[in-house]
């Protein structure tokens, strides 16, 4: 079954084909570094690292970028208000991103640009816009691009110009020909800092946000590439006028494939930091084990809102629990390479080739979960992990996750175990029952088997 995903150009599910032969190359749009990553954050980083996994799994070379923007207004806000430097707060914020990302098990991407790195080459690109009449310096010393100037502005986000309005980060101004047009280059301000701005044909400045995806995907990538990425909230204005920017100087499209994750919502509403109402990944995984709030992603399908709440992130960890519980019942054969002919695998494929269907896929899993119980064979149990690894769960020590976070020591449940265990050979079952309780009210659980008993965390 050939990998079929939904094209938010096309607005339909395309076959991925890749422009070279088995390789697929992808460039998603990252953060911007002047605070804590957020839940919604950790949602296009997990989904993509499926997407990027999933291709890795189907045999293909990929090579994934996903951009750092370590320039901007809010930057520069936070830093002065910080009394420090731009770059000191953008590397302090990247080792947190860092952090955080490799808690949730998302892998590094093949390259990480930050953004002023490559203002040589966001300048290049704008003479060459402006060397087609797409762009033009207006009176305040900026350089705009005019987007009625380019035929195509409009496609991905389906609306004529007239139906469009400037963006978030669009600030609208009388030096503007037409308030859709955007800024490519900012002159440089009085009250900026040094380290704010560049040399550049058009005086000091700084780039705008926008240009700086078509200049890092172009250098990483080439002029076109296979598949981009990033939050739904970025497809107009950032991702319009980057085939505006990008197809105007090149004549080329810039991605074959366009993909966009779903809002991660609280009380009915958007998770942002311009709401306030944002979780930052850091106060998650402080009341959540980090396995759990990547299963609690990945169930979803990327397209679709994640609705955040204790209770979803409850229901993530016990379902999670389940699948554990199996592996650590039915020890995995290992190592185990996937055959994908395998009826499971085939159906956690298929899953997977349509539309990186996830919660079909993890249907699978416990599914397979069930059966591993049942029949206690533990080449499923294997399959199970294996497939489960392709999602990047099920990787940890069954035992180790399943007790992680108790509240007593293993030396002290072991002990209250063997004190259970001689009072039941006594016949005293009232304090053996006391005894349970007691370990109960404590967060752990007892599990009587034929092998003795076992215990994990409630």
Known sequence: MTLRIYNSLTRRLDPLVPLEPGHVRMYVCGMTVYDLCHLGHARSMVAFDVVQRWLKASGYRVTYVR???????????RALANGETIRGLTDRMIAALHADADALGIER?????????????????????????LAYRSDDGDVNYAVRAFAGYGKLSGKSLDELRAGERVQVD??????????????????EPA????????????????????????????????????????QFPHHENEIAQSEGATG???????????????????MSKSLGNFFTIREVLQRYD????????????????LNYSDQHLDDARAALKRLYTALATVPAQAPV??????????????????????????????????????????RLSGVLRALGGVLGLLQQDPQT???????????????RIAERAAAKAARDYARADRIRAELAAAGIVLKDGPGGTTWERA
């Open 67 to 77: 951009n750092i923007t370590d320039i901007d207004d809010k930057i520069i806000a």
């Open 252 to 270: 080329k499209p810039l991605a074959q494939i366009w993909m966009h994750n779903g809002f991660v919502r609280v009380d009915g509403e958007k």
């Open 195 to 234: 380290e704010a701005q560049w040399d550049s044909p058009y005086g000091r400045g700084r780039p705008g946000w926008h240009i700086e995806c078509s200049a890092m995907s172009c250098a990483l990538l080439g002029e076109s590439f296979d598949i981009h990425g990033g939050g739904a909230d970025l």
């Open 290 to 305: 980090a396995e759990t709030v990547r299963f609690f992603i990945v169930r979803a399908h990327y397209r679709s809102p």
């Open 401 to 415: 996750y399943l007790r992680a976070g108790a509240a007593l020591d293993e030396a002290t449940i072991q002990a």
């Open 109 to 133: 991407p093949t390259h990480e640009p930050r953004a002023t790195d490559y203002v040589p080459q966001m300048l290049s690109l704008i003479e060459r816009l402006q060397a087609k009449g």
């Open 337 to 378: 390479t996937i055959d994908w002919s395998d009826p499971w695998a085939a159906r956690f494929k298929a899953a997977l080739d349509e539309d990186f269907g996830t919660p079909e896929a993890v249907a699978v899993l416990f599914e397979l979960a069930a059966e591993v119980n049942r029949t206690r064979d533990a």
């Open 174 to 191: 009388s030096t503007k020909r037409d308030p859709l047009d955007f800024v490519l280059w900012k002159a440089a301000k009085p009250d």
